[in-house]
């Protein structure tokens, strides 16, 4: 019996340097974090919210057996408040406690009634760990919450399951589902474990949004929110690689902005952006199907992936679209102007088997309009010159007193 005392002291003595070690760590990791990244939203709360539950788990470990312990309680339960306003600044929302903050009052309750002696120590301890387990839950819920630019990846499952197995845990030990003897150890194993794990989370996440952005800027045309030329590129890999792999149509749809670089010369580089910015969003609201992807190709060049679509709606969605960019008007300063469009389209099979065979297409397609439009110019050009020379000679024949032999 002595011996196996000895043992369980040893234990217990080696978990409260642990837990006092780990909140030392845990303390560093959330300072490294918000010097890191100073700029992100929320990071410092998070790191004020970590540094406080540490601090917590040092003054739990210097205070478990005395008659003080709930004053630990209360700076914990204060950085969970604080943890849980700043993962709602770290996800896009309002830094509000609410009725939250009454579990501080609750602690300080806890506090007084083990100080005058109506509670015993155990019982305080179990009591704060109810009132942390609806904290711990409420930071699960904020993180659960999508971003406007980021997506449920692993990174964001490992910060949820971590809270929630940090609630349960709670909820176990102040139920009284753990043996008494056992109580004060697997309380310094859980403090152990959150300062170790939730730094870690929250890294994750941040490195998790900051890859979000990374790649966001990478394939995506900062001027309209559509794909560039090399995200457009890889969407169109990948979906003709997944329509042939089900035998499905596949089609490359391009809006060239005509006379794009007159607009810039005349109006300015302002109002080619806007028109740029118009045309996408008329593009945007006709093909806005799950089925087609449309990206920014070039200055001027839209393109727009349709997989596994009828023939006739593509007609129709190529007529549309031709007659509303043809009918939008640009108001810039003090002039106005419509753009003009051209809209081709290239089909998988029948003008290319790979990607690059049908920009070729739709390029050598645009070229081919573009030279057939200047031959009609230089044709019309042409015959308003030979009218003009003809209407001069008329003119200078009547001057000269020679008959006009349309006269005669």
Known sequence: MYFAA?????????????????????????????RSHHSER??????????????????????????????????WISGLLVLLAGTRRFFARPALLGWWASALAISVLIFILQCSGVITHQTALQLICLTAVPLWLVIAYEARLAHNDEQWAVPRSLLVTSLLIFALTNLALGIGLVPADNFQATLLITLLLSQLVLPYAYHNALSHRLHTRLVKLARYDALTGLLNRRGIEECAIKELRRAQKHQQSFAMICVNLKQ??????????????????????????????????IGRFTGNDFILLCSNLPMQQMRTMMLEIELSINALQIDHSDS??????????????????????????LHSAIQKRKTTAANKTAMNQDNLSTLVSQLQNNQSRGISGEPNPEIA
Request: hydrophobic fraction near 50%; charged fraction near 10%.
């Open 6 to 34: 000895m043992e369980i002291a040893i234990s217990l003595t080696s978990l409260l340097w642990a837990t006092g070690i780990s909140g030392v760590l845990a303390v560093a990791q959330y300072l490294l974090l918000t």
């Open 336 to 361: 106005s102007f419509h753009p003009s469009s051209a809209v081709n389209m290239v089909r998988a099979g029948i003008d290319g088997d790979s990607v690059y065979e049908l920009l070729q297409s």
């Open 260 to 293: 794009f670089q007159e607009i810039n010369q005349r109006y300015g580089f302002a109002a080619g952006d806007m028109a740029l910015r118009k045309s996408a969003r008329v593009l945007k609201d006709i093909a806005g199907d799950a089925t087609v992807s």
């Open 42 to 75: 929320g990071l410092g709360t998070i790191a004020c919210g970590g540094g406080l539950l540490a601090a917590g788990s040092i003054a739990f470990a210097v205070l478990l057996n005395s008659n003080f312990s709930a004053a630990a309680g209360s700076i």
